[in-house]
C-alpha cells in the first residue's frame, strides 16, 4: 500500500471512529485525487469536474459506512466516483450535450492507457449479453474487488443474490465462449 492510499485509509478509519478533524481531512485529501480522476475522464468537459468532485465527496460521505478497512481504499474510492461519471454523462446526454450514445464517449471514462481503454471496451461487451443483477455482480466483486458484502449493500441485492449472480454470470460466460465448467 502506498503512503497516499496508508494515510488516507488512516484518516477515514479515524473519522468513521467518530474523529472529525480526521474525517475533514480525509475528505479534503480525497477531493484532490477525485479531480485529478474526473479531470483525466472529463478532458472535453472541464467545466463539470468541480460539480462531480462534491456528487462523488458526497456519495462516499453517504456510503462511508460501506468501506471495507480489510480491501484497499482507493477502488471503493474510484467506483464510487465512476458511477457518478456514468450518472452525470448519461443525465447530460439526455440534455443534448451528448447528442451520440455513451458508448461513443468511451474516451471519457477511458484513462490514458489505450490498452486498458480497449479491454474495457470488450468486457462491456462480454458483460452487455448478461442480465443486469449477474452484470453488476460481476463488475463489483470481479472487476472492482469489491466484497460479496460491499456489493450487496450498493446494489441493495441479498449477499447470496450477489454470489447467485456472480455464479450463474460467469458460468453463462464461459458456456457462451467454449469453456464452461463441469
Do not use: C
Not at 471514462?109 to 481503454?117: F, W
Request: net charge positive; hydrophobic share 40%; proline share 3%.
Amino acid at each position: 500500500m502506498d503512503s497516499v492510499e496508508a494515510r488516507l485509509r488512516d484518516l477515514l478509519l479515524r473519522g468513521l471512529a467518530g474523529e472529525e478533524t480526521a474525517y475533514r481531512d480525509f475528505l479534503e485529501g480525497v477531493s484532490t485525487h477525485l479531480r485529478a480522476f474526473l479531470r483525466r475522464r472529463l478532458a472535453r468537459l472541464p467545466d463539470f469536474v468541480e460539480d462531480l468532485v462534491q456528487e462523488s465527496l458526497f456519495a462516499i460521505h453517504k456510503q462511508r459506512h460501506t468501506y471495507d478497512p480489510g480491501q484497499p481504499l482507493t477502488p471503493w474510492l474510484y467506483a464510487l466516483a465512476r458511477y457518478k461519471l456514468v450518472d452525470f454523462l448519461r443525465r447530460e446526454r439526455r440534455g443534448e450535450l451528448l447528442n451520440e450514445p455513451l458508448e461513443d464517449h468511451e474516451d471519457l471514462l477511458a484513462g490514458s492507457d489505450n490498452a486498458a481503454s480497449e479491454a474495457l471496451r470488450d468486457v462491456r461487451q462480454l458483460l452487455s449479453g448478461l442480465p443486469e443483477r449477474q452484470r453488476r455482480a460481476i463488475v463489483h466483486v470481479k472487476l472492482e474487488g469489491l466484497s460479496v458484502a460491499q456489493t450487496a449493500r450498493l446494489t441493495g441485492m441479498s449477499e447470496s443474490a450477489v454470489k447467485v449472480g456472480v455464479h450463474r454470470g460467469l458460468k453463462s460466460l464461459a458456456a457462451k465462449f467454449g469453456g464452461a465448467r463441469r
